[in-house]
């Protein structure tokens, strides 16, 4: 599932990005590889975003540790990162938001039934004339 959901947002983000994957060494790619690893760096590990952009592992670990300079010196890279970031947190947090809701509806069901059980005792205790019953 982890790597569908890496292989899935690298693509939004190329597509938002409007670039082409590539692997070449010409800076608008690299800035984009480094750019989407960094953004999903932030809640996956290294392994399946690097087989998402066909790195290596150790390139996504130097991808995050260069990030902090790439942003202040790197051309276009702040506003590629922008954009990759913005893609990332927006479907991890609509999944998020999903999985809440799910939650919680799952925790009003299983409330709705006690209320249930809880109205129907309280009915019987009603129905019961307390002034017939001897101490």
Known sequence: MKEYLVE?????????????????????YAQTRAA????????FSHRPIASAL?????????????????LKHWGDYDRIYNIAEDVVDEKIY??????????????IERLEVKLKYLRIKKKDLED????SLIF
């Open 94 to 107: 609509s999944a998020i938001k999903l999985e809440n809701i799910k939650i919680v509806t799952k925790e």
């Open 8 to 28: 899935e947002l690298t693509s939004k983000a190329y597509n938002a990005l409007d670039i082409p994957r590539n692997k070449s060494r010409i800076t608008k």
């Open 54 to 70: 066909g790195v290596d592992r150790s390139t996504v670990s130097y991808y995050r540790s260069k990030h902090d300079i790439n």
């Open 36 to 43: 989407i690893a960094v953004a999903l760096n932030k809640h």
């Open 128 to 131: 019961t004339n307390p002034s």
